[in-house]
C-alpha cells in the first residue's frame, strides 16, 4: 500500500498537488499520502534518479505522476516547475515546499558567510520562490492550498542557526501570505517537524551532521550531539516517522482543513 495508515479517504481526486522533495523522506511520504487519495502529483526534485523512483511508486499503485526534475533555489527553477505542471495537468491546486534540511551543525561563530548563504538558498529561497511561482496560477484559479515544512529548531535548538532562521523565515511567510491571499481562496499553513526517521535515501544528502567534527573537535561534535533533537527528550520520547508528518501535510492540504490558514502545526512530539 502506497500508505497503511489509513483506508479509503480519496480527498485529493483529481487534484493536482506538487511536492518538492518528494524524492526522499517527508517529501516522498507527502506524495505518496496525495498521490494514494487521488491527487495527481508532480515529483519535484533536483536529483534525477530519486524522482524517478518517486514516480515508479506512485505509478506501480495507480497515482497519476509527473517528473519534474527542476532546481528550485531560484526563481527561474521555480517557474519552470509550475510551467511543467500547468503543460501536464492544467491547473496546480495543492503547492507542498518540502526541500530542505539543515547542512552544517555547529557554533553560530564557525560559519562561513558562503555557509550561511547557502543555508538560507536551501531553506528559505526555496519555499520563497515557489510561493511566488504559484501564487499567480492559483490567484487566477481563486484556490490553493500551501503547506510549507518549517522545522522545531525555530523554538530555540542550538548549532543550527543559519538553518533556524531560514525556517523561522518561512513561518512569517506561512503567516503573512495566509492574511493576504486568503481573499482569492487561498490556504496557507506549515508543519514544524522534528527528529525524523529517514531510511528511504537513495542519494547522499547535501549535509554534514553531527559527527564531522569528531576528528579535528571530539569535545565540540560530542557537545553538538548530545544537544541536537534526542527523541528521547520529547513528550512521546521517540523519533517521527515520514508517514506522520505526510498525514498532517494531508490534512492541512485537504478541505478538511477548509477553514484553517496561517498556522504552524506543531508536528515535534513535544507540547
Known amino acids: 500500500m502506497l500508505d497503511p495508515l489509513f483506508s479509503g ?13 518528494s524524492g526522499q523522506g517527508i517529501g516522498r511520504a507527502a506524495a505518496k499520502r496525495l498521490g494514494a487519495e487521488g491527487g495527481k502529483i508532480v515529483v519535484a526534485e533536483r536529483v534525477r534518479e530519486s524522482a524517478r523512483e518517486t514516480v515508479e511508486q506512485l505509478r506501480a499503485h495507480g497515482a497519476q505522476a509527473l517528473e519534474a526534475v527542476t532546481d528550485v533555489s531560484t526563481l527561474a527553477g521555480a517557474k519552470e516547475l509550475m510551467q511543467l505542471s500547468i503543460a501536464a495537468f492544467g491547473r496546480i491546486d495543492v503547492l507542498v515546499n518540502v526541500v530542505g534540511g539543515a547542512i552544517w551543525w555547529k557554533p553560530y561563530h564557525l560559519f562561513t558567510e558562503e555557509e550561511i548563504l547557502l543555508e538560507l538558498e536551501r531553506n528559505l529561497s526555496t ?8 501564487l499567480p496560477i ?7 492550498a500551501i503547506v510549507n515544512c518549517s522545522s522545531g529548531v525555530t523554538q530555540g535548538h542550538i548549532f543550527r542557526t543559519p538553518y533556524a532562521i531560514g525556517k523561522g523565515g518561512v513561518e ?9 491571499y486568503g481573499q482569492y481562496g487561498i490556504r496557507v499553513n506549515a508543519i514544524s517537524p522534528g527528529s525524523t526517521a529517514v531510511n528511504d535515501r537513495t542519494t547522499p544528502r547535501l ?19 548530545e544537544a541536537t ?8 520520547r521517540r523519533q ?12 492541512l492540504a485537504s478541505d478538511d482543513a477548509g477553514y484553517i490558514t496561517g498556522q504552524i502545526v506543531n508536528c515535534h512530539g513535544d507540547p
Do not use: Y
Not at 242 to 250: M, N, S
Open 229 to 236: 533533537n534526542d527523541p528521547a527528550r520529547t513528550a512521546l
Open 138 to 144: 492559483m490567484v487566477e484559479q481563486a484556490s490553493g
Open 9 to 21: 479517504a480519496r480527498r485529493f481526486d483529481g487534484r493536482v498537488c506538487i511536492v518538492t522533495g
Open 240 to 251: 517521527s516517522t515520514t508517514a506522520e508528518h505526510a498525514g498532517a501535510i494531508a490534512f
Open 207 to 225: 549535509s554534514l551532521r553531527p559527527g564531522v567534527l569528531a576528528e579535528t573537535e571530539p569535545d565540540l561534535d560530542a557537545r553538538i550531539r
Open 127 to 134: 519555499t520563497m520562490w515557489c510561493c511566488l511561482a504559484a
Open 172 to 180: 512569517a511567510m506561512t503567516r503573512t501570505l495566509s492574511k493576504e
